[in-house]
């Protein structure tokens, strides 16, 4: 859950996972799915143990927001 309110909106947010691997993933944002290059970017670090998944979220609400995030297929 990310809060958001009047005095303090959410602008987009940027997710940091790390060691979430080579998974692509699936998105939804209070109930919806987010198409990659629409609604989100996924972006993927790699580091010496792996990689860490980075999500860009298109997203400005005034009132809390509720994420998932699951693990999909390797992307191609």
């Given amino acids: 859950l990310l809060c958001a ?9 940027c997710l940091y996972i790390k060691g979430w691997g080579d ?3 699936e998105l939804t944002v209070d109930g919806q799915n ?6 989100m970017e996924l972006g ?6 792996g990689a860490d998944l980075v999500v860009w979220i298109t997203k400005i ?7 998932s ?6 992307p191609n």
């Fill in 61 to 67: 609400s005034t009132r809390p927001v509720r994420i």
């Fill in 5 to 13: 309110d009047e005095i303090s909106p959410l602008m987009n947010a």
């Fill in 44 to 49: 993927y670090i790699r580091t010496i143990k």
């Fill in 69 to 74: 995030l699951k693990p999909t297929e390797i």
């Fill in 34 to 39: 987010l198409v990659s290059g629409k609604d």
């Fill in 23 to 25: 998974a692509g993933a």
